[in-house]
């Protein structure tokens, strides 16, 4: 039987991914992983405190895959998180194109970490051609 994921333990586990592969995990991510574990324990049954407990004290090298699998995104797609454009479009694009901001003689570049096959920053450039003159 799965239970809730507290915020003790959701901090425990945002500890365990930092420390483990650097992820960040912000208060903004507990439903997700709230979502993720409680799906994966529907299947494999124990409690979320059993499953962090396991992973703190003596983890094997599949539940540490399987931790990192439950805790990342692994879809890649153009435009894939809408915000994010919708954000780019309102803060940059528009006010660059109506020339409220200026970039004179500067580069615009974007890092888009740990995309796996460049559908994001291909996204970030078609949606800067179709938005600047």
């Known amino acids: 039987m799965f239970d809730t ?4 333990l959701f901090e425990r586990i945002a500890r365990l991914a930092r420390a483990r592969w650097g992820l960040s995990l912000t208060e903004r991510k507990f439903s997700l992983v709230q979502n993720r574990l409680t799906s994966h324990l529907r299947k494999s049954g124990g409690t979320i405190e059993e499953w962090v407990q396991r992973i703190e004290k003596s983890p094997s ?3 540490m895959l399987l931790f990192f699998d439950i805790l990342s995104t692994n ?3 153009f435009f894939r998180d809408s915000t994010h454009f919708d954000f ?3 803060e ?3 006010p660059l194109a ?6 004179a003689g500067r580069k615009i570049r974007f890092w888009s970490a740990a995309c796996s096959t460049g559908a994001e920053p291909y996204s970030i450039a078609m949606q800067a051609l179709e938005l600047l003159p």
């Open 5 to 8: 994921l507290t915020g003790s």
């Open 61 to 63: 090298e599949s539940d």
């Open 75 to 77: 879809v890649t797609s």
């Open 88 to 90: 780019l479009e309102r």
């Open 92 to 94: 940059l694009w528009t």
């Open 98 to 103: 109506r020339g409220q901001r200026t970039t």
